[in-house]
């Protein structure tokens, strides 16, 4: 704590300094109060029921004044004159300057001067200025930091939070900013003109507002004048980084494209503080006729105004800017016959109205065209369902019925019953269900010994393949049927030659009593044996009764 108050003897903290870089940074000249009031408004109410305003004046300023005269002892800022009220007046310097670039994060060649001698004649066109940056920002207390003082405090507070906001915020401000007609940014040449301050706000919706402050000691013809040098500066057109011209003033202010089509100058605010001996009351009328050139637009007769190419001229007292700030309809614009809002002032309703007709408009033909479409749609998939329906009920007049129980036929025996092979049919009772087909089947099939047998099921291995037979085989010599795996032996699947089986007609034993009596009736030579060593044939089994290889019995 001891080296803190040796480095500041005042015992001023890091966001009070802050605070004086910042606002002087962006005022250049102002006094402690003003300083105050713009970067800790809560301490004006924590101080309002002191007595008299003196003294109030001074305990709200004390952090402030404190961090000044730190910031005079590091060498940052310095006293520089006075105004005619007596308050002591501040500005920055060089060093000062500097280190308010860091605090506002601009760069130092936009900073400007630092306004010394400023003070030496009472500053009041600087004072007015400042009292025009405070009247559009309407710094808000911080309700947060009074939530230790008194009740009647905090409610004073807060119904100044209650109050329309203001726009933008210190870092949104610039004074003194040199409007180059002829020369560069940084070495501006004659006959240009010198913006007292610049607000860029597009959060607030001002994306850029230039500022004239007048004491009332000038006349209209020279309030002319410097429009005309606005106007200059604003018609002059530079190469950009990208090679195509545009606009100086685009270079260093970005402002996004008139959604309209539009392309109007930046608005101009003149603020009439009257304390000179000029009536703004008759300078305004006779300002407004030598300046129209610049600001009349042409009348569409879509119901608007074309101000493509103009200049938006806005006046407005500054009395009446610090009792209803932006959000007051005080703001009177050139070519309009009632003040209104700062935002409706500097814009165009009527245009954004129309705009707003068509876009609307559009809308609802976009609209009926989207239930026209569903609507044709709809009838669409009528029709659909309608011809299905149709469809649907002419085939199913055409479904064969069983000529045998008369009963339909399902989908799957229809495409069965109507499959062909090289244009003969393939199913053996195309006019019959699965089930009498089924009975015919069976009683269509001999049993042994004459007599019809009911046909079993094919197996579950015959049911993927090719069947040569498509019921169980039964020999032709025993009439006996076929063991499973001996119709499987016999059975031909897909192309293969019929000769794998040779006697695919006999059963096993049928078959093996064949082959044995082919066997003896004419021995190979080559495994023929002599007489004498030639064993004694055995007895032949008796074959059974019937066949056609009886001849060959012994």
């Not at 309407?138 to 726009?167: F, N, S, W, Y």
């Not at 007769?301 to 407005?316: A, F, L, N, T």
Request: with cysteine; net charge neutral; glycine share 8%.
């Amino acid at each position: 704590m001891a080296g803190k108050r040796k480095t500041n003897p005042a015992g001023s903290t890091n966001s009070y300094r802050a605070d004086v870089l910042r606002v002087l940074g962006v005022l250049k000249v102002a006094t402690a109060d003003q300083i105050q009031r713009i970067s800790a408004p809560h301490l004006t109410f924590r101080h309002a029921d002191k007595e008299p305003a003196s003294k109030q004046k001074q305990a709200r300023t004390a952090s402030h004044t404190g961090a000044l005269s730190d910031m005079r002892k590091h060498g940052l800022s310095e006293n520089g004159g006075s105004t005619e009220a007596g308050d002591t007046l501040r500005n920055l310097t060089p060093k000062g300057l500097e280190a308010a670039s860091y605090e506002l994060r601009r760069p130092a060649t936009e900073m400007g001067s630092t306004a010394r001698g400023a003070g030496s004649s009472g500053a009041s066109h600087p004072m007015a200025v400042n009292e025009t940056v405070i009247a559009l920002l309407r710094p808000k207390p911080d309700l947060a930091k009074l939530a230790d003082d008194p009740a009647h405090v905090q409610a004073a507070a807060q119904a100044a939070v209650a109050t329309p906001p203001g726009i933008g915020t210190i870092g949104s401000y610039w004074t003194e900013v040199p409007l180059p007609a002829t020369g560069t940014w940084n070495a501006p040449g004659k006959g240009g003109a010198q913006a007292d301050v610049v607000l860029t706000a597009p959060q607030d919706q001002v994306p850029l507002l230039f500022i004239e402050v007048d004491n009332c000691h000038e006349t209209a013809e020279e309030l002319a004048a410097k429009l005309e040098k606005y106007a200059r500066f604003f018609r002059r057109r530079v190469k950009d980084t990208d090679g195509k011209e545009r606009p100086m003033w685009c270079t260093r202010w970005t402002v996004p494209e008139h959604e309209y089509g539009e392309m109007p100058h930046p608005p101009v605010l003149l603020v009439f503080n009257h304390i000179g001996e000029r009536n703004p009351n008759r300078t305004i009328p006779r300002l407004r006729e030598l300046t129209r050139h610049l600001w009349q637009g042409e009348w569409m007769r879509e119901g608007y105004h074309s101000y493509d190419g103009k200049i938006p001229i806005v006046v407005v007292g500054l009395r009446n800017l610090r009792e209803h700030g932006p959000a007051g309809a005080v703001f009177l614009r050139f070519g309009r016959d009632r003040p209104q809002p700062l935002l409706d002032a500097i814009g165009n309703p009527r245009l954004e109205a129309v705009h707003a007709r068509e876009a609307e408009a559009v809308r609802v033909h976009q609209e009926e065209y989207r239930a026209q479409l569903r609507e044709v749609a709809r009838e669409q998939a009528a029709k659909k369902a309608v011809e299905a329906a149709r469809e649907a009920a002419q085939r199913e007049a055409r479904r064969p019925a069983c000529a045998r129980c008369g009963s339909r036929f399902s989908d799957e025996r229809w495409e069965a019953a109507e499959e062909t092979d090289w244009g003969r049919r393939v199913d053996t009772h195309p006019h019959l269900c699965d089930d009498c087909k089924a009975v015919a089947v069976a009683s269509a099939a001999p049993a042994p010994g004459g007599q019809e047998e009911h046909q079993e099921p094919l197996p579950e291995w015959a049911r993927s393949e090719f069947m040569r037979f498509p019921r169980r085989p039964r020999c032709a010599e025993c009439k006996e049927a076929f063991t499973d795996e001996r119709w499987k032996a016999v059975e031909r699947t897909g192309w293969h030659p019929l000769g794998q089986e040779r006697h695919p007609t006999l059963c096993e034993t049928c078959a093996q009593e064949y082959d044995d009596r082919i066997d003896n009736a004419w021995p190979d030579s080559r495994t023929h044996v002599s007489t004498e060593e030639q064993p004694e044939p055995s007895s032949v089994p008796r074959p059974k009764s019937g066949g056609w290889f009886s001849r060959l019995r012994s």
